[in-house]
């Protein structure tokens, strides 16, 4: 008779401590006090704050094509999907990434553009509100989680296609909305220092939880999607 099993069963906390752990989630936490350093002692606006997301979700957008160029490289049939649906994320990706960032520009920073504005309105804002070493500590961010949990962890060896195309939308709508609406409230009462580090604070945490969340590691071992 098989004796029972008293030892505890990992919960999700247990599994979520772990990964908080993990290299990559601590360049995540650590590029993210760039910005909340940026706030507290160098007097970003909201403006700044929020252009540095919107620089960040173009960075999540660069790295995901990269993803979906290294997913299953040993599968010939691959490359002829690649062939068709990066050349759309890229198109479709793009302009759902423009419309933003024209909202922040319009929005919060006063850039009133006919029509799309071109690359180099965005180059001038984002040198003019002096976020670029934030932008490269994010950058560095994604970096590591690309290369230990993507390419380290050997992820690019499942990867699907179709579930990589559509990766990067939820993350930005999630912070579009709750950045974006934590923008007007913060604006409204007069951008205090408090608030703007709150709405930092904030992402932070949205952008750690959906890093967990994807790349927990179930109790039997197989890395999740």
């Known amino acids: 008779m098989t004796p029972p099993n008293l030892a505890p ?15 990559s989630a601590l360049v995540l936490v650590a590029a993210n006090l760039v910005p909340l350093a940026g706030v507290l002692f160098f007097g ?4 700044a704050t929020l252009l540095l997301f919107w ?8 790295f995901n094509v990269l993803r979906m160029l290294w997913a299953q490289p040993d599968n010939p049939l691959m490359w002829v999907a690649k062939a068709g649906m990066i050349p759309f994320f890229i198109f479709h990706y793009g302009m759902f990434t423009t419309v933003h960032g024209l909202f922040v520009l ?3 920073g006063g850039v009133h553009e006919r029509g799309f504005p071109d690359p180099t309105v965005f180059f001038h804002a984002v040198q003019g509100a002096g976020i670029w070493p934030a932008a490269l500590a994010l950058a560095a ?3 590591a989680s690309f290369a230990f949990n993507y ?7 499942t990867a699907q296609l179709a ?10 709508m999630v912070l579009h909305v709750v950045i974006l ?7 409204a009462l007069g951008a205090p220092l408090a608030a703007v580090a709150v709405l930092v604070v904030l992402k932070t945490g949205l952008d750690l939880v959906g890093h967990l969340r994807e790349h927990i590691v179930p109790t039997g071992g197989v890395r999740s999607e």
């Open 141 to 143: 961010s994604h970096g």
């Open 55 to 62: 620089v960040e979700n173009v960075i999540v957008g660069a």
């Open 163 to 172: 579930k990589l195309m559509s990766r990067p939308y939820g993350r930005v």
């Open 181 to 187: 609406g934590g923008g007007f409230l913060v604006q």
């Open 106 to 108: 319009t929005l919060f």
């Open 44 to 47: 970003w606006s909201v403006f």
């Open 151 to 157: 390419i380290g962890a050997g992820e690019y060896r």
């Open 9 to 23: 069963t990992p919960t999700p906390a247990t599994t979520l401590a772990g990964l908080r752990l993990s290299p």
